[in-house]
């Protein structure tokens, strides 16, 4: 299973409705991603609408700076969207059954506007799928008390 297909199940488990927005160009032989970075959109009601680019896990640090660097993503952010990174990796303790989980790093409006493509949130998400949707606003919310008192 694809970490498209795993998002896309998990954000449909969560009550989300969500559809694949990427698509393959068979002229140019490449997948193509919604605003160059948006490969499912997500939206719920009293939740918002939602982009998720989904990858593996050892990949996340290069879709972020992918993602700060598509001047689109600025445009979806001002709109109101949220937009987060999903890597998926098997995870599970030493000797034990590995189970395939997800780290999620959201890219907030304020990251961009700082220095594009070059600042990182310096954590990372790690949750059931659930529990980082329903949290995503506070984590956008501590982010910009965090900035504004700096």
Same mark, same amino acid.
């Given at each position: 299973? &694809?970490?498209? /297909?795993?998002?896309?199940?998990?954000?449909?488990?969560?009550?989300?409705?969500?559809?694949?927005?990427?698509?393959?160009?068979?002229? =140019?032989?490449?997948?193509?991603?919604?605003?160059?970075?948006?490969?499912?959109?997500?939206?719920?009601?009293?939740?918002?609408?939602?982009?998720?680019?989904?990858?593996?896990?050892?990949?996340?640090?290069? !879709?972020? /700076?992918?993602?700060?660097?598509?001047?689109?993503?600025?445009?979806?952010?001002?709109?109101?969207?949220?937009? /987060?990174?999903?890597?998926?990796?098997?995870?599970?303790?030493?000797?034990?059954?590995? &189970?395939?989980?997800?780290?999620? !790093?959201?890219?907030?409006?304020?990251?961009?506007?700082?220095?594009?493509?070059?600042?990182?949130?310096?954590?990372?998400?790690?949750?059931?799928?659930?529990?980082?949707?329903?949290?995503? /606003?506070?984590?956008?919310?501590?982010?910009?008390?965090? &900035?504004?008192? =700096?």
């Amino acid at each position: 299973m &694809t970490p498209t /297909a795993r998002t896309l199940a998990e954000l449909r488990a969560h009550g989300w409705t969500a559809q694949v927005v990427e698509h393959w160009n068979s002229f =140019a032989h490449i997948r193509q991603d919604l605003f160059g970075v948006i490969d499912i959109v997500a939206v719920a009601p009293g939740r918002g609408f939602f982009g998720v680019q989904a990858t593996s896990s050892t990949n996340i640090s290069t !879709r972020v /700076a992918k993602s700060k660097a598509e001047p689109r993503l600025k445009t979806w952010l001002e709109a109101g969207g949220r937009f /987060a990174v999903v890597g998926w990796g098997k995870r599970g303790p030493r000797g034990g059954r590995k &189970t395939w989980q997800p780290i999620w !790093r959201e890219i907030v409006l304020e990251q961009l506007a700082t220095s594009p493509g070059i600042i990182e949130k310096p954590e990372h998400i790690s949750a059931p799928l659930y529990r980082v949707l329903d949290e995503l /606003a506070t984590v956008k919310s501590d982010h910009q008390e965090a &900035t504004h008192e =700096a």
